[in-house]
């Protein structure tokens, strides 16, 4: 939230993880398979991260990573789709968020829904982020964000920053308290 774009990829700690390939991410690649066409699609931040998950993202066409720069305020179209192997879990919800909090979603009625999809127009007053996450009974998925830049300004979310900081700040005394039970120095 603090206009950094990130790009996310993940890979299993392995033996830390139960299985090497826990937490795969994956990268978009036009066309067949290259690895020079796997790097530029990872170098775009064409990627979403997942222990479940598939998700398809766009918007107005555009994938994860890309920046769609707009005159003034407008709308976008954005299209994402979800799903996850049967055999492994259920999908149960799909979600995009702006500055990471949902602002559409969709649930799975019932265990007899194996793609959920959400299509819809997003008015955009000021510059921002936004992504899609899906969630299983058991497994979740996020994808790269896509950056709507109005007027050239970058995609601050300035009011989030105190929780942000004090959730840090948080986290960084639990590690501490953690080392300090450890007995590490």
Not at 53 to 74: M, R, Y
């Amino acid at each position: 939230n603090m206009g950094y774009k990130l790009t996310p990829t993940a890979g299993s700690d392995f033996p830390y993880n139960p299985t090497a390939g826990d937490v795969p991410m994956f990268v978009h690649v036009d066309g067949p398979f290259s690895f020079d066409k796997w790097f530029e699609g990872l170098k775009a931040g064409h990627t979403f991260v997942t222990d479940g998950p598939i998700i398809e993202f766009a918007v107005d066409g555009q994938l994860p990573g890309s920046e769609i720069n707009l005159k003034k305020p407008g709308r976008v179209g954005v299209h994402a789709t979800a799903q996850v192997n049967p055999t492994i879990d259920k999908i149960k919800r799909l979600e995009i968020v702006q500055f990471g909090q949902p602002v559409q979603s969709i649930a799975a009625n019932n265990d007899a829904d194996t793609v959920l999809e959400l299509n819809f127009d997003l008015d955009v007053t000021k510059s921002t982020w936004i992504a899609a996450r899906a969630y299983g009974e058991k497994s979740k998925g996020h994808t790269a964000a896509v950056w709507l830049t109005v007027k050239g300004a970058r995609a601050w979310n300035t009011e989030s920053l105190p929780t942000e900081f004090d959730r840090a700040e948080q986290e960084l005394k639990e590690v501490e308290e953690g080392m300090a039970a450890d007995g590490a120095d």
